[in-house]
């Protein structure tokens, strides 16, 4: 079984949309949760960690379910500079240092 | 704003030669990785490094790689014997302390022919 699965979408969505994107992730015991942005050939930038109570950035909302062990990320009012890949970041324990990556969801934002 | 230096930006090298990926970690960080990305695939870890030695390493990181932090700036990652499978984007990171946000540099594009 996969650390951490998201759906590789595409989605395509049109400017001012919402988009909630999900991940799942394996180990019960994760302590750490992170949404990272990645554009075409290039690194992957933190967008926002997740915290237990939830948290909001702006147009970005992040959650966590513990029971269920999944995170989300949602995005109101799209923009087309939110094209990017969306990757969920797990940590799987609060000794280890090791990030499992998620394959990435694929958002395209159409005028 | 910090950020994680990588250099090359890319590098073409032939099946067989070794190679060094160079990168210069955020100055106040104290855990070092590296990653890599196969075209269209995921981002996977190879390595974590801390306090000079190797904290963590993959399945991947095998006796052909190999990390050092050769002063107090540089952090790299060297290939003895590149194949062709090595072709990937290497991503160095680092980060202030355990399970905290992970800041990447802009990559190395390596091409083993």
């Known amino acids: 079984r996969k650390e951490v699965e998201q759906d590789p979408g595409p989605f395509n969505v049109p400017e001012g949309a919402t988009v909630a994107f999900n991940c799942t992730y394996s180990n019960s015991a994760s302590q750490s949760f992170f949404w990272y942005r990645q554009d075409c050939r290039k690194e992957p930038k933190l967008l926002m960690s997740?915290?237990?109570s939830g948290n909001e950035d702006g147009r970005f909302t992040a959650q966590l379910n513990r029971a269920s062990q999944y995170i989300s990320l949602l995005i109101r009012d799209s923009k087309l500079s939110d094209s990017a890949t969306y990757l969920c970041?797990?940590?799987?324990?609060?000794?280890?240092?090791?990030?499992?990556f998620g394959t990435g969801t694929s958002l395209t934002v159409i005028p | 704003e910090p950020e994680v230096t990588q250099t090359p930006s890319h590098q073409v090298t032939q099946m067989g030669q070794e190679v060094i990926l160079r990168c210069v970690p955020i100055s106040n960080h104290l855990y070092f990785y590296w990653y890599r990305q196969i075209l269209g695939q995921k981002v996977e870890f190879l390595v974590s490094?801390?306090?000079?030695?190797?904290?963590?390493k993959s399945e991947i990181f095998d006796d052909q790689f190999s990390v050092e932090r050769p002063d107090g700036s540089n952090f790299t990652l060297k290939i003895r014997s590149t194949k062709l499978e090595d072709s990937a984007m290497y991503f160095c990171?680092?980060?202030?302390?355990?399970?905290?946000?992970?800041?990447f540099g802009q990559g190395t594009r390596l091409t083993v022919v």
């Open positions: 490094f801390y306090n000079n030695e190797i904290s963590e």
């Open positions: 970041v797990v940590i799987p324990t609060n000794t280890g240092n090791q990030f499992y």
């Open positions: 997740v915290y237990s």
């Open positions: 990171a680092s980060t202030h302390g355990v399970a905290t946000e992970a800041f």
